[in-house]
C-alpha cells in the first residue's frame, strides 16, 4: 500500500515551497486528492515517485537539446 504525504512533506521531499506544492496540485500537475470535511490535501507515495522520474527524464531530454545546440553553434561558429 502507497504511504500518503501532505503538501508539507512533499514540499520538504522536493526541496520546495509548500505553496508551490499546492501550486501544482491545485492545476493538476502533480497528481493529489483532498479527503476529510477540511478538504486536506494528499499526495500517494508512488505518485510522487513517478512525478519525480517523469521530472528527471525531461530535464535529460531538455539538457540533451541544450548540448547539441551548443555543439551545432560551435560546429557552424
Known amino acids: 500500500m502507497a504511504k ?3 503538501p508539507n512533506q ?5 526541496q520546495v515551497s ?8 491545485l492545476n493538476g500537475e502533480l497528481p493529489g486528492f483532498k479527503i476529510g470535511m ?3 490535501w494528499r499526495v500517494r507515495s508512488d505518485e510522487l ?3 519525480i522520474d517523469t ?7 531538455m539538457l540533451s537539446q541544450c548540448r547539441e ?9
Do not use: F
Request: aromatic share 10%; net charge negative; hydrophobic share 35%.
Open 55 to 61: 521530472k528527471r527524464r525531461q530535464n535529460v531530454d
Open 4 to 6: 500518503l504525504y501532505t
Open 38 to 40: 477540511g478538504g486536506h
Open 49 to 51: 515517485a513517478e512525478y
Open 10 to 14: 512533499v514540499a520538504d521531499i522536493l
Open 69 to 77: 545546440a551548443a555543439d551545432d553553434e560551435e560546429y557552424r561558429g
Open 18 to 25: 509548500v505553496p508551490t506544492v499546492k501550486r501544482w496540485l
